[in-house]
């Protein structure tokens, strides 16, 4: 099993997320199934089909959240270690040949924030720029061959 790197932040939503899901989102559903079979012939029942199929795609989020904050660490953007890329933060790059920086979030794709791409601490540059500090240059292997790229900035 692989671990899955959480903020305490996410972690908390998290499981925020799976008490409602596993109380009040399935009690609801319940009752929306219930209301749908009152309403005569199932196989012709679209509210019916529909509140199944809902029923479905909540039971697998449940079992996808269960399984990542089973196998949840839990970690921390310290600021004594401001400057070095880590899970949880935020990196600037500039890829080699390029003007413009590119900003990513290191850590899981629950951490996702708006308008900022997430990658992996393990993915091929996610494993390159942990530990970094700005001014280094990393190389990895990118399905399209080698590359590099500048660390401009890490933040929280």
Known sequence: MTETQLTAETHARLVAELEELTTKGRVEIARQIEA????????ENGDYHAAKDAQGKMEARIRQLQKMLGSAVIVGYDVAEAGVVAAGVLVEIRYE??????SYLVGSIEEKREGVSVISPGSPLG??????SPGEVVEYEAPSGKLRAEIV???G
């Open 127 to 132: 494993q390159a720029l942990l530990g970094r």
């Open 153 to 155: 900035s890490v933040g």
């Open 36 to 43: 749908a079979r009152a309403l005569g012939d199932l196989s």
């Open 97 to 102: 040949g390029d003007d413009g920086t590119e």
